[in-house]
């Protein structure tokens, strides 16, 4: 009978052993997606509002002046667009003085 009571402990001994770190691997794997999944989403609304700023400026440009702006450069000196280079390139391209710019925002690889 104590032999049985010392397999069983022991048992219960190596299920804990195993079972503990495998939950606490799990809950850091679980925490390093959660953060990487938030990282990622705060990339995707830093592009968004960077193009959405570029656009407000450039109707708030035609508002005032009548004109979309005839090119980038335009709209970082005369409404203070800032834009980080090393992060993000700007596709802007302008067909005409009345006509709304074509503007594409992507994120330089890393």
Same mark, same amino acid.
Not at 19 to 31: G, I, R, T, Y
Not at 45 to 66: F, H, M, N, P, T
Not at 87 to 110: Q, R
């Given at each position: 009978?104590? /032999?049985?009571?010392?397999?069983?402990?022991? @048992?219960?001994?190596?299920?804990?052993? /195993?079972? /503990? +770190?495998?939950?606490?691997?799990?809950? *850091?794997?679980?925490?390093?997606?959660?953060?990487?999944? @938030?990282?990622?989403?705060?990339?995707?609304?830093?592009?968004?509002?960077?193009?959405?700023? *570029?656009?407000?400026?450039?109707?708030?440009?035609?508002? #005032? !002046?009548?004109?979309? +702006? +005839?090119? @980038? !450069?335009?709209?970082?000196?005369?409404?203070?667009?800032?834009?980080?280079?090393?992060?993000?390139?700007?596709?802007?391209? #302008?067909? #005409?003085?009345? *006509?709304? +710019?074509?503007?594409?925002? /992507?994120?330089?690889?890393?």
């Amino acid at each position: 009978m104590i /032999l049985m009571k010392k397999k069983k402990g022991s @048992l219960v001994g190596l299920i804990r052993g /195993l079972l /503990l +770190p495998a939950v606490a691997a799990a809950v *850091l794997l679980f925490f390093a997606a959660a953060l990487n999944s @938030l990282d990622d989403d705060r990339e995707t609304e830093s592009l968004r509002q960077l193009e959405e700023a *570029l656009r407000r400026s450039c109707v708030s440009c035609y508002s #005032a !002046e009548g004109i979309y +702006p +005839p090119d @980038l !450069e335009y709209l970082k000196k005369h409404y203070g667009i800032q834009i980080n280079d090393k992060k993000y390139t700007v596709h802007y391209s #302008a067909f #005409a003085e009345n *006509l709304m +710019p074509d503007i594409t925002v /992507l994120e330089n690889s890393k």
